[in-house]
């Protein structure tokens, strides 16, 4: 209850995902990179696939920053903070060159939450664009998405923008970790509905 007669829905996710970074030295686990770490975004959550670029040996996952609710963007600093236990799965997709940033696939019910319905029927593929200039993080989040449509679905470029354009949406779903911000661009699967670009339920 945030107060008499206004209820926040609960819907718990990691803030903190994310595997070191190819620089050495110490990092603040404040602020969202490339490689992911607080990217407190909403939509990796139960059921999701998130995508990160390995750029040292062994990876080095860590996560953390539990929420039990926050809006896109985090706009005040603060989510309703909570403890957490999570079961991950870890794997190594290779040949994946198109995630240079997070990327992530909704659940198919995380994608109906999210838009009410047909949209999101299927879930969806998004890229998470992270740079200090939140002009650039766009762009970054829209060029992972085209370079996904490319290389998992053969179309060419000018395809993938054009696409993006008319189906795509850019969300910042992290705004006040500075010096950089995340901006996400989710395509809904539900576009996918012939050979051979047909997604798999589920």
Excluded at 103 to 120: F, I, K, L, M, P
Excluded at 138 to 143: P, Q, T, Y
């Amino acid at each position: 209850m945030f107060k008499p007669g206004i209820h926040i829905p609960l819907k718990p996710f990691l803030g903190v995902v994310g595997v070191a970074r190819a620089q050495p030295g110490d990092w603040s686990t404040i602020p969202p990179y490339e490689t992911g770490g607080n990217i407190d975004c909403k939509h990796v959550t139960v059921g999701s696939t998130l995508f990160l670029p390995v750029k040292v040996p062994g990876a080095l996952f860590s996560c953390g920053d539990g929420h039990a609710a926050q809006g896109d963007g985090e706009v005040c600093g603060t989510a309703i903070e909570c403890q957490m236990r999570a079961t991950v799965r870890l794997s190594v997709e290779k040949g994946m060159r198109w995630v240079e940033s997070p990327h992530y696939r909704t659940s198919v019910n995380e994608g109906v939450q999210a838009d009410g319905g047909a949209r999101g029927a299927k879930g969806y593929y998004a890229a998470v664009g992270v740079d200090s200039d939140l002009l650039e993080a766009s762009r970054k989040a829209v060029r992972g998405v085209i370079g996904w449509l490319v290389g998992e679905k053969g179309l060419s470029r000018e395809e993938g923008y054009m696409l993006c354009s008319v189906a795509a949406d850019l969300k910042i779903v992290e705004i006040v970790d500075m010096p950089n911000f995340g901006v996400s661009c989710s395509l809904p699967l539900s576009v996918f509905v012939g050979a051979p670009y047909q997604e798999e339920m589920g």
